[in-house]
Every structure is written in C-alpha cells, then in structure tokens.
C-alpha cells in the first residue's frame, strides 16, 4: 500500500505562481512513477505531468513550457510547479503514484487540494 499527502494549491491571480508537493508513505519502494492529474467541475480527471523513476517527464500540451514536475527520491516526494497559471487551470490536482510488484500494478491517489486562477 502506499499513501499519499498532498499540500500547497490555493488561490492565485492570473499570471502568477504556485507550487504542490505530494509525499509518499508506505510501500514507496514499488513507486515506478508518479504523476499530477487534474478534474476540472464537469470535466474528466487529466494527466497534468508525471515522472518515472529514471527522471523521464511527461506534460500535457495545455501546461508544457509553464509546469515543471520533479521529485525528491530521497523524501518520497513529487512536485509540481506552476508558473503563468490561467483560469483554466483551475481545478482539483490529484497525486498519483504507480506501484508494481511481481503479479500486479496498483494505482493510487491523493486527497486532491483545490487550485483557483482567478481572472
């Protein structure tokens, strides 16, 4: 099993900055990859960024140039930082973490914490 903590997000003019963090807890052993993913009201859950365990990235269009993702190996600790935010990045972020052992993959999530990008 593996836990996960998120904190930062807010609310934030346009334009400006905000960082989150997500600590792991548990099973961190087994993480191949942890990632953001955002909902937005009336919207599907989206893949925002993710970072495997060699440091390889991934970002969605709609953040690329504007978001950086990183993670603390050492803390069990993946960030997220948002520079130029829009009000259409408003949303619930969510952690995720990937696991696997020899016969499965688990998925799992973060609380969420609430993101505003106030126009």
């Known amino acids: 099993q593996v836990q996960l903590v998120e904190s930062g997000g807010g609310l934030v003019q346009a334009g400006g900055s905000l960082g989150l963090s997500c600590a792991a807890s548990g099973s961190t052993i087994s993480i191949r990859a942890m990632g953001w993913y955002r909902q937005a009201p009336g919207k599907q859950r989206e893949l925002v960024a993710s970072?495997?365990?060699?440091?390889?990235?991934n970002y969605a269009d709609s953040v690329k140039g504007r978001f950086t993702i990183s993670r603390d190996n050492a803390k069990n600790t993946v960030y997220l930082q948002m520079n130029s935010l829009k009000p259409e990045d408003t949303a619930v972020y969510y952690c995720?973490?990937?696991?696997?052992?020899?016969?499965?993959?688990?998925?799992?999530w973060g609380q969420g914490t609430q993101v505003t990008v106030s126009s």
């Open positions: 970072i495997g365990n060699g440091g390889n990235t």
């Open positions: 995720n973490a990937i696991s696997t052992t020899l016969l499965r993959s688990n998925s799992y």
